[in-house]
């Protein structure tokens, strides 16, 4: 059997009331939706400079610090290392300076903890 329907339908007329609270209920879905899916940016000192990547962590003790200072040292040396050594010439004793300073940095990094937690 067909049935016979206007086209385009007829719109629903609804009561003020019902317009009313679905646009309540509009906003309510909108606020729940941003607050899940558009978290506000914390707002710190830090976050608010331009150009600034990365922070070190404010509640870090020296001691952690300075072993992540170590162990960063450690790492150029090795790579400045392994480069020096593929090098010839002036190049090389250049890549052998900076192993040098790097070295001498990781010395003193390395008695700084040592002064601050002796074993």
């Given at each position: 059997?067909?049935?016979?329907?206007?086209?385009?339908?007829?719109?629903?007329?609804?009561?003020?009331?019902?317009?009313?609270?679905?646009?309540?209920?509009?906003?309510?879905?909108?606020?729940?939706?941003?607050?899940?899916?558009?978290?506000?940016?914390?707002?710190?000192?830090?976050?608010?400079?331009p150009g600034q990547l990365f922070t070190v962590a404010?509640?870090?003790?020296?001691?952690?610090?300075?072993?992540?200072?170590?162990?960063?040292?450690?790492?150029?040396?090795?790579?400045?290392?392994?480069?020096?050594?593929?090098?010839?010439?002036?190049?090389?004793?250049?890549?052998?300076?900076?192993?040098?300073?790097?070295?001498?940095?990781?010395?003193?990094?390395?008695?700084?903890?040592?002064?601050?937690?002796?074993?």
């Open positions: 059997m067909f049935k016979i329907t206007p086209n385009p339908p007829e719109a629903d007329r609804s009561s003020a009331s019902t317009k009313s609270k679905t646009k309540k209920q509009d906003e309510a879905e909108r606020r729940a939706l941003d607050h899940y899916l558009l978290p506000k940016q914390e707002k710190s000192e830090d976050a608010s400079k404010k509640n870090a003790d020296n001691e952690c610090l300075l072993a992540n200072l170590s162990e960063n040292l450690a790492s150029a040396d090795a790579m400045i290392s392994n480069l020096a050594f593929d090098l010839e010439g002036p190049r090389r004793h250049i890549a052998l300076g900076i192993q040098q300073l790097i070295e001498l940095s990781s010395m003193l990094t390395n008695q700084v903890l040592d002064n601050a937690d002796p074993r």
